[in-house]
């Protein structure tokens, strides 16, 4: 069913938020504010990553859902400013062009 979160899903979607996690790295110079701002990015996907993990493991799906779309939406924008160096991944991350 189209409004079910399955087991499945759910999996699908931590599975492709960690391989994100996984490819990015921080862009910004050690010594600048926009490195400050993708450690703090970071920091909020990774959070809300293993929210949803959590959330998973104790059957809560909606929540897991909505907990790893949070992260992913993190990585995204961190990627979309330039905060994070994704190698050109438009399939992991949603980027400017």
């Known amino acids: 069913m189209k409004d079910t979160i399955s087991e499945e899903k759910i999996d699908k979607y931590l599975g492709i938020t960690k391989k994100a996690l996984d490819r990015l790295r921080i862009a910004a110079p050690d010594r600048s504010f926009g490195k400050r701002l993708a ?3 970071l920091q ?3 959070s809300y990553y293993e929210d949803a993990k959590h959330f998973r493991e104790s059957g809560d799906l909606v929540t ?10 993190w990585l995204d924008c961190g ?3 330039g905060l994070f160096d994704v190698g050109g991944d438009d399939a992991l991350f949603t980027l400017f062009e």
Do not use: I, K, L, Q
């Open 64 to 73: 897991a859902f909505a907990a790893v779309n949070y992260a992913h939406g």
């Open 44 to 46: 909020m996907a990774t």
């Open 79 to 81: 990627a979309r400013m």
């Open 39 to 41: 450690d703090d990015f």
